[in-house]
């Protein structure tokens, strides 16, 4: 398997544009989950979805941002206006719930976005 | 939420040495996993470890529950064990990290 699969790798807007992050899981794995990894705040849970369902956006920090999930093999991140302040390397990661949400979670590359 | 605390924040090693990190947690967990992200960014899983030790090669490591902390052992460490270690706990609470930079 190829592994987490991410896209794009760098993504450069300005303020106020819409910016839209994907990602591809492992195949056959049942959950998903979308970081942020920021310099301040390290690496932060923002939403996981299980079986395509959004579980837990306790994380998701605001009305700007939303997550899809429209089938098993593809999500997206999306931020509506973004704001420099968003700007991270955002990490998708997906593993097989024999535990539940808690089993090994395999990252993919991660998106590193900058908004200016 | 949980608060994680890893110990030391930085440390330097020169190749072959072994070194002991650590993560304190603040409450119970039924999920706890190191994490190894290398200089490129990368973050790879590489123990799931709630309680009990684990072995992997030159990495081991061990979790005490019942007093809320774990331990990352690296043996004779390799230039490329450089990067930064992270320990997260429950969904994921994720600490701030060891930094570890191994030199030749």
């Known amino acids: 398997d190829a592994g987490v699969i991410q896209s794009p790798r760098h993504e450069v807007t300005e303020m106020g544009q819409e910016v839209t992050l994907r990602c591809k899981p492992i195949?056959?794995?049942?959950?998903l989950f979308w970081y942020r990894q920021t310099m301040m705040r390290g690496l932060e849970l923002l939403i996981y979805f299980n079986n395509n369902v959004p579980i837990d956006d306790s994380g998701m920090p605001e009305d700007r941002f939303s997550a899809k999930m429209p089938n098993a093999s593809f999500s997206t991140l999306k931020i509506q206006p973004s704001e420099p302040r968003d700007s991270a390397v955002y990490f998708c990661?997906?593993?097989?719930?024999?535990?539940?949400?808690?089993?090994?979670?395999?990252f993919g590359p991660g998106t590193r976005l900058t908004v200016l | 939420g949980i608060q994680v605390e890893q110990s030391p924040p930085d440390l330097i090693l020169q190749e072959g040495a072994n070194s002991t990190l650590r993560c304190n947690f603040s409450d119970s967990v039924n999920n706890l996993q190191w994490f190894h992200q290398n200089p490129w960014g990368q973050l790879i899983n590489l123990f799931y470890i709630p309680s009990g030790t684990k072995q992997n090669g030159r990495l081991s490591a061990t979790t005490v529950a019942t007093e809320r902390y774990s331990l990352l052992y690296i043996s004779s460490s390799q230039t490329t064990d450089s990067g930064v270690y992270f320990c997260?706990?429950?969904?994921?609470?994720f600490g701030a990290g060891t930094t570890v930079t191994v030199r030749a």
């Open positions: 195949s056959g794995h049942d959950y």
């Open positions: 990661a997906s593993s097989y719930g024999k535990r539940g949400s808690t089993d090994t979670q395999y």
């Open positions: 997260a706990v429950a969904k994921l609470s």
